[in-house]
């Protein structure tokens, strides 16, 4: 295998908790020519010492500002690695989920969409329903409605969240696509000769 002189591709897959991203991550690397490096929150997190978890998985709402200034570094971190090997030519998926529900807003997504300013990236967004979220939280982590029946408030925090402001060069629904399918848009989406102008538009947002 040759390593290329061009930057490595950047794929950025951003969507809830259970709503596809890290199979989709796994079926990129499996089946997409050459070498690719998952750099995600999952990635992140086992790095993160216990008493700073869970890191840039911190759910919406702002319930531990005493992390927030640590989250911005983290991020800030992460995404310098991401640069860093897009450069040297090895191609990237990142399986995370953004938000800017914090205490107060960090402004995190524009700030990483500068770090990654000049370099080949496809942002993603990974839809997928609450109720089959809500199916997957209840077969993975027997982790399932409210007493009262709702859907519990930090789910519906992250559904709204995680999508804002909703600027994607691709969409994928999880409950109407299969992983396979989801990698095989993604890689024509790649291959058609559409300008990704995603993370350019969000790196100009204040």
Known sequence: ???????????????????????????????FEGLWMNIGVDRNMEMTPERFRPGIGLRPGGERPDLEPLIMLMYKGMYESIAIHSRLGINIVVDVGHHDSYSVPLGILPKCAQILNGLPVLFIGVRCPLEVIMERRINTWNSGYAKDGSVPLPVRKWQKAVHEPGIYDLEVDTSQLSVAECANKIQHRLKDGKPLTAFQIIKGIR
């Open 1 to 31: 295998m040759t390593i290329s002189e061009s930057p490595g591709q950047i794929i950025i897959l951003n969507g809830t908790p259970r709503s596809g991203k890290s199979s989709i991550a796994l079926e990129i690397q499996n089946t």
